[in-house]
């Protein structure tokens, strides 16, 4: 149990376009997700966390408008990356948490966005 | 804010030998996870291993084992018997008690396995 998924799990838009990735816990409803950036050869920074049916809470740098997420159910987050830049290019991951002790977070496979 | 640091980038040992990675965080809370997870080239991550803060006794998990030294904010990763499979990036993170908080993740130490 505890399967999170993503999609896509690859992606490659234009520059100015906007693309949106889905996180969806598979087995279990997720009270709350978070989702990651990774550079490469570099580690996870946090970007923003989501409880469903409230407003994300962004870390400090991230724009708010450029990354929306939307949480709009216990099994559903969505990142959507507006006005895609190349710098925008990375690697997102999610993850997702019961809600419940000892609050463990399941990993998403992650969404390669390529912006051109 | 809560930091943790892995100082070693990359690490290599021999086929069936151990290896351990290090990890150090600096916090003022008393109730804390601490967590090894492996991402292997496939990018998925992979819990290893947590540690609760209140529990004295070390975590291990079949080849893996911590040394938890809480005093010295020190949470180092033996892994034992190592196999080709155990190559990929490790990652030390850290998580406050008291709900669904966010991970904070260390630079991550990269494991090679010599066979």
């Known amino acids: 149990g505890a399967v999170v998924s993503q999609h896509p799990s690859w992606v490659i838009c234009k520059s100015g376009t906007s693309v949106k990735i889905e996180c969806r816990s598979l087995?279990?409803?997720?009270?709350?997700m978070f989702w990651y950036r990774q550079f490469p050869k570099q580690s996870l920074m946090l970007m923003a966390t989501?409880?469903?049916?409230?407003?994300?809470?962004?870390e400090q740098g991230v724009e708010k408008d450029k990354f929306l997420i939307n949480h709009a159910s216990l099994t559903l987050s969505t990142l959507t990356v507006t006005s895609a830049h190349p710098e925008d290019s990375s690697f997102y991951i999610c993850?997702?948490?019961?809600?419940?002790?000892?609050?463990?977070?399941?990993f998403g496979p992650g969404t390669r966005l390529t912006v051109t | 804010a809560q930091t943790v640091t892995q100082s070693q980038p990359e690490m290599s040992v021999q086929e069936a030998e151990t290896v351990t990675l290090s990890c150090t965080y600096d916090?003022?809370?008393?109730?804390?996870?601490l967590f090894w997870y492996k991402q292997p080239p496939s990018r998925q991550m992979i819990l290893v291993i947590r540690?609760?803060?209140?529990?004295?006794q070390n975590a291990t998990e079949n080849r893996f084992s911590v040394n938890f030294q809480k005093a010295a904010k020190s949470f180092s990763l033996k892994i034992s018997d190592s196999q080709l499979g155990d190559a990929a990036m490790y990652f030390c993170?850290?998580?406050?008690?008291?709900?669904?908080?966010?991970?904070?993740f260390g630079q991550g130490t990269r494991l090679t396995i010599n066979p």
């Open positions: 993850s997702a948490s019961r809600g419940t002790p000892p609050y463990e977070q399941y």
């Open positions: 989501s409880n469903e049916g409230s407003k994300a809470t962004y």
């Open positions: 916090t003022s809370e008393s109730d804390y996870y």
């Open positions: 540690q609760e803060a209140y529990k004295q």
């Open positions: 087995d279990f409803q997720a009270t709350t």
């Open positions: 993170a850290y998580r406050p008690g008291g709900g669904a908080q966010k991970l904070v």
